[in-house]
């Protein structure tokens, strides 16, 4: 880290703890919670009262923190399922009910499509490409039926609306009402 430089660590609570860093580029505060780095908070070098800004600033932030620290815990433990069973013969027999699935999806709501990959995708479950392909992702099937329904509903909109405008979320909304709890469910995974 060229610009870092470590200033403190401190002690969040019982579990965690918050490097803090030293960057003559920034202006203002910036925190930022990985897995691999866990809690950072990067401070402005030429600050007056850092011990005692930071402390403030930590004290004000820790509910939030404390919350996404919990949502990545649960995102890694939801992943672990995702990884599970892509076995050559899942991805067989979930190419096959993924593709029914659309099918049945885009007969029922009107929707025409040209083709459709089924793909080991690591960061997206679907996609839609201006040539009215779809590509969706095999683990699909791993999900709960109704979230499954909704991302593949998602991907088919975007052959009427191949942006995320009020229409395109409109349009949604038609086929899918509860779209966002379903959006919702899906922030507690991460696909990689």
């Given amino acids: 880290m060229p610009n870092l430089k470590l200033y403190a660590k401190v ?36 600050l007056f009262n850092k011990d005692k800004t930071m402390l403030k600033i930590l004290r004000e932030k820790l509910p939030w923190i404390k919350k996404q620290i919990e949502r990545q815990k649960t995102a890694q433990k939801n992943n672990l399922a995702l990884k599970k069973n892509l076995t050559p013969q899942f991805k067989k027999e979930a190419k096959k009910k993924i ?12 929707f025409n499509f040209n083709k459709i990959y089924i793909r080991d995708q690591k960061t997206r479950w ?5 040539k009215k392909n779809l590509s969706l992702n095999v683990r699909l099937p791993l999900l709960p039926p109704e979230i499954a329904d909704y991302i593949i509903i998602h991907e088919l909109t975007h052959l ?13 909304a038609r086929y899918c009402p509860n779209y966002l709890n379903f959006k919702k469910y899906l922030r507690k995974y991460t696909i990689m």
Avoid: M, T
Wanted: charged share 25%; net charge positive.
């Fill in 11 to 46: 002690k969040l609570d019982s579990e965690n703890s918050c490097f803090v860093y030293e960057s003559r580029a920034a202006r203002s505060f910036r925190i930022s919670i990985s897995p691999d780095r866990g809690v950072r908070l990067i401070i402005p070098r030429l």
């Fill in 126 to 130: 679907g996609s839609c490409s201006h």
């Fill in 99 to 110: 593709i029914a699935r659309v099918n049945e999806l885009a007969r029922a709501n009107g």
């Fill in 160 to 172: 009427k609306h191949q942006n995320h405008s009020k229409r395109f979320w409109a349009e949604v």
